[in-house]
Each structure stands twice: as C-alpha cells, then as structure tokens.
C-alpha cells in the first residue's frame, strides 16, 4: 500500500523583549542559574501577574505579517500539568481564544509556491530547565527561563515531506527576524520546533494516527526526524503492526525517534481562564498602529531587488535573507548603482569576513568590517578606471576595520591605476626586450603568448596598469613586431 505523510510544525519563538511576560525580570540569555527570577516567575503563593503590552504588540505584528485575524478579545488560560520545570504547577497560555487565528504563509519549494495555513499564533509563558546529570544523581532546576514570553505557532498539516517542514521553518524564521521579534537562534532555543508527524492510505482524507516529535533544535534535525519517523511508521504498518499517539524525542546520535511518553490531550490540561487575568481587548486603533511599523517582508523585497536592481533571482536571494544585509546593499546602491557589482563584492568578499568573524550568527550587524558608502566608493573606482579589480581585492583588505574610504588608502599607497600611455608603452617594451623566446614564438604565430605578455607587464606595474589600454597598445605593439 501507498502512504501519504501528513505534516504540521508547532513553533515556539522566543520573544526579543527585555523583561518576562507578567514581571519584570529580565530575559537575558546566559545568567547565573535563578538570577533573573522574583516571586511572580518563581510561583509563590498570592502573587498576581501583569501582562507585558510589548508581547502583545510583538503578537499582533506576527500575527499580521503571516495573514492571521486579529481577535479583537482573546483569553489567558491555565494548562495545568506537573513537572519540576513549572513551579506554579500549571502554564499561563492560551486556548479557545487565541489572539491570532488562522493566516498562512508561503513557502518556496524549488521553485514553486506552497501555502502553508496557519491554525493560530498564541502567547505563553516558557517553563524553566532542568539539568540532569549535573550534580550526582539529582537534577536541577534553573527558573531563569521561566515566564519569558512566547508565540506559539501552530501550522496546519498541511505539509508532505521533510524538506517542505524545513523551508516552512526556514521561511517562518526569516519572517519573525525580520520583524525582530524574535531572533530565530535554535541552539540557544529561542526558536524551537515540534513535528506532528502522521501517515495514511494515499488518496485518503482521513488522518492517522498522530506522533509528536521533540528535541529538534535545527533545521537538519527537524528534517532527518521527520524522514526517519515517516519510513519508521509505514515500516510499522507494513509489518502488521499498529501506531499508538505517543510523544518521541530525537536522538541525534543515532539519528532515530525514541518513545518518550504517551500523547497528552487537550483535555488533560484541564484549560480553563486564569482568574488573575482580564479578557484581552485588542482595538482596531492598536492594530493599525502596529501595522504601520511592519517592514517590508523578505519575499516582497525579494521580487523588487530582482525587478529594481535587475538582479539574477539568485543574488535577489541571498541579498533579502537577512533585513540587516538587504539594508546595507540598498544603502550600498544609493552610492554608487551598480548593483550588480555591489551584489558580488557583498555575496562574495564581504560575507567571507562575516562568517570568518561569526558576524554572520548576530540576529542584526550594528558594526560592519566595511561601511557600506566605502564598499560602494570602491565599486565606484573600479568602473572609473582609478583601479584594476585585482587592485581593489587589495584595497578591500585594507578597508577592514580601518573606517578609511578607499580613496584614502589609494592615496596612502600609490595603488591607483596606471592609464598614463607613455608609461604603459615603457612598461611594455621592457617586457618584450626582456623576453626574445617569447617574442619568437609569437612572430611563429603562438597567439598565446599573448597572456603571458599581459601578465608580465601587470607584475611590472604592480598590478596597476590600466587593462584595456594595455590590451591595445601591447598588440598594436605585437603586430608592429610581426611584421617587421
């Protein structure tokens, strides 16, 4: 029998706000154990927690980024369950009334488009970590984590393959950065994914049986878990055998879904309003306040890179994955508009600096090795004629860190261009004085020698001859030879 895989992602995102959902503490990553906690995050008794504002507004920007309905009233619940992590023994979250329902987004599967629905974004609190093996045979636990604020995103299953689960996330995590609401580092999991993954008959509308997977926190292992529990379950029902709902955790090691416990429902949480809270009022007026501050999307800006800036969708691109990198090169454009030079310089050199330095990890580069008007400036020298290309791979080096315009370090070191006829000419005919075998061979008419010419002239002048004017004048030269 064929099997049809049926996928759906259950996202929770870190917010990227200073203080925890309902105190003050703060959400810095890093700390001490228990150092960012006080007695509303530790659940004492009697305390009463206040909603972060900045964690509603975050939500309304995802929620509108991504297509959902705005809920103009929603509902803090409580999700009671027991675990060491969760000191008040139960998670503020929320259930029946979420502040975003419904919404989609689309993902780009080789080439072609793939909507994705979204079935809600809601707010939660985190639970705090516990840390095993760390201290004989007991566990810890650090509350730092506990109450800093969460989206929870939760997709349709609306997904059929590993790889279309990884561009989803990929696409999902592109969006909530460039909104900067959440930063999207999964080792430090701050964006952390669960898989729903389940099977059934190939042309059937009926689902089957539902395992969640967890313990993914990349994006290889959200899609390597999820090939390996798809042939995992038609291997199982191939065999005769039968799938029970359960929750599994992925063991990287070895590259296999281990049974961890069995799925919970939504009933056993008992979800009911928490009492300490008000009902959520969002007004049309706040929604359009936040509205106005969303930045123009990556797939948008995407299309008008390619159709503005006449770019290769492949450099459009790697241009808009990051909103800090698109900045920089349409500040970069304003300079000097070539943009398709400025694409190279930036694709090529510039982000082999930002991965050597591991720039390429920060959520947004504040400081670049290169101001983008001097990357620019140099483009700009290049197409004037002041320097060759090899010449400029020199100056770029010498850009780094240094906050010097290129202008500046040419004039520093004598690397502009040589384009002064007379000294070219010099420069030529000590080179084909110096070389009489060479200069035979071309006579005989072995074209090229040709290169080998232009090579010694350029090592002659530093580099810095002036390449089309020394094309034309050392063959107008070479001919001269050939027929005498």
């Not at 409580?78 to 975003?100: A, H, M, T, W």
């Not at 004085?433 to 060479?438: D, E, M, T």
């Amino acid at each position: 029998m064929k099997y049809e895989p049926v996928i759906g992602l259950e996202v929770h995102a870190q917010l990227l706000t200073e203080s925890k959902i309902f105190c003050g503490c703060s959400t810095k990553f890093g700390q001490e154990p228990n150092q960012n906690t006080c007695p509303v995050c530790a659940g004492f008794p009697g305390v009463l927690p206040v909603l972060n504002r900045r964690v509603v507004e975050f939500a309304i920007k995802a929620g509108l980024a991504t297509h959902c309905e705005i809920a103009r009233s929603s509902i803090l619940a409580r999700k009671n369950y027991f675990y060491p992590d969760l000191p008040k023994g139960y998670q503020i979250s929320q259930y029946e009334l979420p502040v975003c329902i419904g919404g989609y987004i689309d993902v780009d599967i080789d080439g072609t488009q793939k909507r994705v629905r979204l079935t809600r974004i809601h707010m939660e609190e985190d639970a705090g970590k516990n840390i095993h093996d760390a201290h004989g045979d007991a566990s810890l636990v650090d509350l730092n984590r506990a109450g800093v604020p969460l989206l929870e995103i939760v997709s349709e299953p609306d997904m059929r393959t590993a790889a279309e689960a990884g561009a989803y996330l990929r696409t999902l995590r592109q969006i909530l950065q460039y909104l900067e609401v959440c930063d999207g580092n999964m080792e430090e999991g701050s964006f952390r994914c669960d898989a729903n993954v389940s099977i059934r008959p190939a042309g059937s509308e009926i689902l089957g049986t539902k395992i969640e997977i967890k313990n993914l926190n990349s994006f290889r292992a959200v899609e390597r878990a999820i090939k390996f529990e798809i042939d995992r379950q038609i291997d199982t029902l191939s065999d005769g055998g039968t799938l029970i709902q359960e929750t599994r955790l992925w063991d990287e090691n070895r590259e296999e879904t281990r049974s961890m416990r069995s799925k919970e429902s939504a009933h056993d949480y008992r979800y009911f309003p928490d009492p300490d809270l008000l009902p959520l009022i969002i007004d049309d007026t706040w929604t359009d306040e936040v509205r106005v501050t969303l930045p123009e999307l990556p797939a948008t800006r995407k299309q008008r890179f390619a159709a503005e800036y006449t770019l290769p969708a492949y450099d459009a691109e790697l241009l808009t994955a990051r909103k800090d990198v698109a900045d920089y090169f349409e500040a970069a454009v304003k300079v000097h508009p070539n943009a398709k030079a400025l694409s190279n310089w930036i694709v090529g050199d510039l982000f082999r600096v930002l991965k050597e330095r591991k720039l390429d990890d920060q959520l947004y580069i504040s400081h670049w090795p290169v101001a983008a008007a001097h990357l620019a400036q140099l483009v700009q020298m290049i197409d004037h004629g002041k320097i060759t290309g090899k010449i400029a791979k020199t100056v770029f080096e010498a850009m780094l860190d240094s906050n010097k315009p290129p202008q500046q370090i040419v004039g520093e070191t004598g690397l502009e261009q040589v384009s002064d006829t007379g000294s070219i000419e010099t420069a030529i005919d000590q080179v084909l004085a110096s070389n009489p075998k060479q200069l035979a061979q071309y006579q005989s008419g072995n074209e090229k020698v040709f290169g080998y010419f232009v090579g010694q002239v350029m090592k002659a002048t530093q580099g810095r001859a002036n390449p089309q004017k020394l094309n034309e004048i050392l063959r107008e030269k070479l001919k001269t030879s050939v027929r005498q």
